[in-house]
């Protein structure tokens, strides 16, 4: 900007890095002091939800989400804090983090619920912040002024139910056995599909397709080239067009991610069959 302005403005006239950041940071206490003060004049308590993520570098950071009613009876919600973690994410060193960021935006007096997951270093955070904010909020309770969070709890039940699955056909069939009563043709075909584990199954070619970087480049090349010829069709023959996209890993800590694996390998499963086939030629 200099050179380009031939000596119109000088060095001093713009604005540099340590400035930029001073302003940035005076427009975020600006903005804070408005939230806070906006939370601090709510009607009834401001209530919490939680979690914790860790980088590359397995350091630990708390996001902190508050939900309140404003002065003027609206549900409002901020995004309060996202702050590191100090030490291990223990529950002492997570009450601890919490009680700082409530202190900072003058909350503790008005503390609700607060909304965590399941994993037990949660269970002694709460004790802990229960302990820590008892001078100041004594109806806070670490169990009942929390909330579990249903999706965790969901997930736990949906992977528990996965890894039933052929266990209990087998149980099914023990106690027909057992009775001597015939199994019909619906529920046979039934539990046919549980004793394969169709979700082992899909994890297993989703492996077998995406093991390197030169499968997902056959994948796609699989993908384009069954386009052009018109070689995906439905079962009643009529020709279909994939788009171009990579199959899915689930994950156990990674909410819904095996009904979207699944969702996702029954759209591309056409292709599976036809890159199978090239890695039997090239092997």
Known sequence: ?????????????????????????NMYCIEK???????????GSVSLTSDLWSDIQIRSFMAVTAHYIDALGTLRDHLIAFCKIEGHPTGVNIAHALHEVLQE??????????????????????????EQVQDEIDTFHPEWNRIHCFPHILNLAVQSIL?????????????????????????????????????DSVRASIA?????????????????????DGSFKLPDGQVIQLPNLQLLHDSPTRWGSTFLMMEQYEL????????????????
């Open 33 to 43: 002091d408005l939230i806070d003060k906006d939370m601090q004049s709510s009607h």
């Open 105 to 130: 935006s003058g909350l503790v007096n008005k503390l609700g619920f607060i909304t965590l997951d399941n994993a037990s270093n949660n269970n002694t955070a709460m004790t802990e912040l229960a």
């Open 1 to 25: 900007m200099l050179y380009g302005t031939q000596g119109l403005i000088k060095d001093s006239d713009l604005p540099h890095c340590d400035k930029l950041e001073t302003l940035a940071y």
């Open 268 to 283: 591309m499963s056409l292709v599976c069959p036809s890159l199978s086939l090239s890695i039997m030629k090239a092997n």
């Open 163 to 199: 890894k039933s699955l052929r266990p209990s056909a087998n149980k099914y069939r023990e106690y027909m056995q057992q009775h001597r009563l015939a199994i019909s043709p619906a529920t046979e075909t039934y539990l046919q599909a549980m004793e394969l584990s169709p979700v």
């Open 208 to 228: 077998a397709c995406c093991s390197s970087g030169t499968r997902c480049e056959e994948f796609e090349s699989s993908i384009k080239k069954g386009n052009k």
